[in-house]
Structures are given as structure tokens and as C-alpha cells.
T-cell receptor
Framework: SQTIHQWPATLVQPVGSPLSLECTVE??????LYWYRQAAGRGLQLLFY??????ISSEVPQNLSASRPQDRQFILSSKKLLLSDSGFYLC??????????FGPGTRLTVT | GIQVEQSPPDLILQEGANSTLRCNFS?????LQWFHQNPWGQLINLFY???GTKQNGRLSATTVATERYSLLYISSSQTTDSGVYFC???????????FGAGTRLAVHP
């Protein structure tokens, strides 16, 4: 069966510091991968999606970037964090059947 | 782009009560999902339901795509049903999910 992992689970970072969040999927090949952010406990916003290695599409202009170095690995990064980057970050995957499945999330607090 | 609206925004129930959550979407969608977000933030897949009716235990869902709405029914609610319920619709290519604002459910014993 398929499994999706995210780490770290929680992170506290100072303003201006770099960021790297990792997401990996097991048990499937060629998944579509997604990064979402949730602020204030409601409403998920799609940040990035990827249909293959090195293929990244951005949904909103922001301080973040994404990369997909391997088929089942998706990384969210920032060179310099802002206070507004705080939130709950969720990675998701989908296969040919289109249904999306979410990871456990990373709670980021920028201080 | 597509808009997804959920109602009610908040719901308080006594254990054992039934409830109906509604999701309206502004345009035709390829597919639709319902999720339950537990207190730890995990999004749990409830239903993948582009049309028709599905049931899973005490939960069931109905999507009427031609009228652009979906309903989630919770029967005999339990305290473990508490959390936020999200409806999300696929829009465009690559299965880009558009989420509603959610319904926050609190079930009291």
C-alpha cells in the first residue's frame, strides 16, 4: 500500500533563516505531488504541484520554492523565512485515479 | 476559477444526533472529495465522489454534479467525529484541488 511521509513534524525557525521540508511517497510510481499550506486552522491553499521529476508549477507568488529531485520526493524550500510563512504545510500525492492523499503535515512557526 | 462553499461553518451536536453538511461548487468539476481533519491536523479521506451516493459505516455522501452540490451525512454522531470537514473539488488539469473553508463540528457527550 502507499504511504506518504513528511518531516519534520514541527519546526520553529527565526525570521530570515532558510527552510527545507521534505515529503516522500512509498508504494507508487510517477505520482503527481502537491504542497498545500493551511493557515489559522481552515482553508488549504495549493502552493505547488509536480507531474514529474524537475517539473514544478507554482500556484501563488511567494517566498517559497519547490523541487522534485526524485520521482517520489518533493521538497519545499525558502532562502529567507518571513513571519507570514508560518502555517501548517501538507504534502499530497495522486495517481491515475485522481484521488489525493495527504501526509501528516509539518507545523512551521516563524519567530 | 472555481469556488467551493461549505455550510454551515460551525455545528454543535449532542452525541447520537444526525447532521448534514453541504458543499456547493460554482462550476462543473471533474471530481470531488470529502475529508475529515482530526485534532492533530491529519486529513483523512472520507469519500471520493464525483457523482452518485456512497456509504461508509455511519457516514454517507451524495453528489449531484448537474446541480453543483454535494452532501455529507453523519448519523449517530460520536465525540470522535469532532473536527473540521472539508469538501474539495478538482479543477483543471493535474487534479488541482480547490478547498472549501470547512465545517467545524463539535460533538458533545
Amino acid at each position: 500500500s502507499q504511504t506518504i511521509h513528511q518531516w519534520p513534524a514541527t519546526l520553529v525557525q527565526p525570521v530570515g533563516s532558510p527552510l527545507s521540508l521534505e515529503c516522500t511517497v512509498e508504494g507508487t510510481s510517477n505520482p503527481n505531488l502537491y504542497w498545500y499550506r493551511q493557515a489559522a486552522g481552515r482553508g488549504l491553499q495549493l502552493l505547488f504541484y509536480s507531474v514529474g521529476i524537475g517539473q514544478i508549477s507554482s500556484e501563488v507568488p511567494q517566498n517559497l520554492s519547490a523541487s522534485r529531485p526524485q520521482d517520489r520526493q518533493f521538497i519545499l524550500s525558502s532562502k529567507k523565512l518571513l513571519l507570514s510563512d508560518s502555517g501548517f504545510y501538507l504534502c499530497a500525492w495522486s495517481g491515475p485515479a485522481y484521488e489525493q492523499y495527504f501526509g501528516p503535515g509539518t507545523r512551521l512557526t516563524v519567530t | 476559477g472555481i469556488q467551493v462553499e461549505q455550510s454551515p461553518p460551525d455545528l454543535i451536536l449532542q452525541e447520537g444526533a444526525n447532521s448534514t453538511l453541504r458543499c456547493n461548487f460554482s462550476d462543473s468539476v471533474n471530481n470531488l472529495q470529502w475529508f475529515h481533519q482530526n485534532p492533530w491536523g491529519q486529513l483523512i479521506n472520507l469519500f471520493y465522489i464525483p457523482s452518485g451516493t456512497k456509504q461508509n459505516g455511519r457516514l454517507s455522501a451524495t453528489t449531484v454534479a448537474t446541480e453543483r452540490y454535494s452532501l455529507l451525512y453523519i448519523s449517530s454522531s460520536q465525540t470522535t467525529d469532532s473536527g473540521v470537514y472539508f469538501c474539495a473539488a478538482f479543477s483543471g488539469g493535474y487534479n488541482k484541488l480547490i478547498f472549501g473553508a470547512g465545517t467545524r463540528l463539535a460533538v458533545h457527550p
